[in-house]
T-cell receptor, first 111, second 113 residues
């Protein structure tokens, strides 16, 4: 089955700096890669996703890149703000099957 | 206009008891899920339910059973609760499985004493 790894497990950045979170997956049949943000005490919410026919996608300050050959994808957050502090989860979805989530990255944006 | 709702929000109970958590979605989705999030924040899928097809994560004890009275509801029943069942349980829904956005409920924090 699919296995998703995520690094780093914790990340601290200064406000205004960029943050990068990386994930790798094992199943080459995976074709959908969402990223979820979970603020403290709240529910996970989708922030961006990418499908296997696209190499990069951007939405304002966040972007995701996908390298299918290497089976890894990354989340990039630019100009970080305190409200970006949260746990971020990547996930991979083999065709038509349920998501497999990574273990999460706790991002802290320091003022 | 809550999309995915769960009740109760908090549940404190004794070991050995049986409890249920309810989930409802008003998005018209045909797939619903239950996830367990432990103290280390790992999100593990327990069940998915689509058009009466139940897919069970093989690691889930058979003390846990999902019940779906209709497409908009997927309840979670837990028998003989154990200390290790303490976690936050999230319900979610999506329009189809796989490549679709999942919308999560607010979570139910279960504490077994």
């Amino acid at each position: 089955g699919e296995n998703v790894e995520q690094h780093p497990s914790t990340l601290s950045v200064q406000e205004g700096d960029s943050a990068v979170i990386k994930c790798t997956y094992s199943d080459s049949a995976s074709n959908y890669f969402p990223w979820y943000k979970q603020e403290l005490g709240k529910r996970p919410q989708l922030i961006i996703d990418i499908r296997s026919n696209v190499g990069e996608k951007k939405d304002q300050r966040i972007a995701v890149t996908l390298n299918k050959t290497a089976k890894h994808f990354s989340l990039h957050i630019t100009e970080t703000q305190p409200e970006d502090s949260a746990v971020y989860f990547c996930a991979a979805s083999p065709r038509g099957q349920n998501f497999v989530f990574g273990p999460g990255t706790r991002l802290s944006v320091l003022p | 206009d809550t999309a995915v709702s769960q009740t109760p929000k908090y549940l404190v109970t004794q070991m050995g008891n049986d409890k249920s958590i309810k989930c409802e979605q008003n998005l018209g989705h045909d797939t619903m899920y239950w996830y367990k999030q432990d103290s280390k924040k790992f999100l593990k899928i327990m069940f998915s339910y689509n058009n009466k097809e139940l897919i069970i994560n093989e690691t889930v004890p058979n003390r846990f059973s999902p019940k779906s009275p209709d497409k908009a509801h997927l309840n979670l029943h837990i028998n003989s609760l154990e200390l290790g069942d303490s976690a936050v349980y999230f319900c979610a829904s999506s329009q189809g499985a796989g490549r679709e956005t999942q919308y999560f409920g607010p979570g139910t924090r279960l504490l077994v004493l």
